[in-house]
């Protein structure tokens, strides 16, 4: 369950991409928000978003926001609303672009979260469209989309890290993080 802070955190990611682009097609923030994502989950064992990241056809989307960005009946209502706000949407011929209406609040995120949003958008805003499909379909990605019969198919924190080449020191203090969070919860 994402909490205010998280809501407006990914608000503010999502800001920040389109104030460092000028504004981009909602798929590919989808996948610089993954490979952001993953890369700091390698190098500092945090994730960038508690949002989960699911595997679709066209790879991974990180699921609450999409579900916003894509106007689901059932998303979550104050990150649709915090997004209405921030984020302006093309019309009916180019309604998957978006823009920003102001800048991000860049007080949400930490330094080393600013330097991987950064990296992953030099190398992967302006990719074609099937170049980044096929980049983004990893093995954590292969194993949720492939292996869960029906359903969401909701990839793990462990494996996405794996996918990013974190350590094994790094996995299994991942992995500690995980078990420390689901008996606090």
Same mark, same amino acid.
């Given at each position: 369950?994402?909490?205010?802070?998280?809501?407006?955190?990914?608000?503010?990611?999502?800001?920040?991409?389109?104030?460092?682009?000028?504004?981009?097609?909602?798929?590919? #923030?989808?996948?610089?928000?993954?490979?952001?994502?993953?890369?700091?989950?390698?190098?500092?064992?945090?994730? &960038?978003?508690?949002?989960?990241?699911?595997?679709?056809?066209?790879?991974? #989307?990180?699921?609450?926001?999409?579900?916003?960005?894509?106007?689901?009946?059932?998303?979550?209502?104050?990150?649709?609303?915090?997004?209405?706000?921030?984020?302006?949407?093309?019309?009916?011929?180019?309604?998957?672009?978006?823009?920003?209406?102001?800048?991000?609040?860049?007080?949400?995120?930490?330094?080393?979260?600013?330097?991987?949003?950064?990296?992953?958008?030099?190398? =992967?805003?302006?990719?074609?469209? =099937?170049?980044?499909? =096929?980049?983004?379909?990893?093995?954590?990605?292969?194993?949720?989309?492939?292996?869960?019969?029906?359903?969401?198919?909701?990839?793990? #924190? #462990?494996?996405?890290?794996?996918?990013?080449?974190?350590?094994?020191?790094?996995?299994?203090?991942?992995?500690?993080?995980?078990?420390?969070?689901?008996? &606090?919860?």
């Amino acid at each position: 369950m994402m909490t205010d802070f998280d809501k407006r955190k990914l608000t503010e990611i999502v800001l920040y991409i389109l104030n460092q682009t000028n504004g981009l097609d909602y798929y590919r #923030v989808f996948k610089i928000i993954y490979f952001a994502n993953i890369a700091h989950l390698a190098k500092c064992g945090l994730q &960038l978003t508690t949002d989960e990241f699911c595997a679709l056809q066209d790879g991974p #989307v990180p699921s609450v926001l999409y579900n916003c960005i894509k106007e689901d009946p059932y998303c979550d209502r104050q990150l649709k609303q915090m997004l209405e706000q921030a984020i302006a949407k093309g019309g009916d011929d180019a309604y998957y672009m978006l823009s920003a209406k102001r800048m991000a609040n860049t007080d949400y995120l930490s330094k080393s979260e600013i330097e991987e949003l950064d990296k992953s958008i030099k190398e =992967n805003a302006y990719l074609p469209y =099937n170049i980044l499909k =096929n980049k983004s379909h990893g093995n954590e990605w292969g194993r949720a989309f492939y292996t869960t019969p029906s359903g969401r198919k909701t990839m793990g #924190v #462990v494996g996405m890290a794996k996918d990013a080449q974190a350590t094994d020191a790094m996995l299994d203090y991942i992995s500690e993080e995980i078990k420390i969070e689901a008996v &606090l919860a």
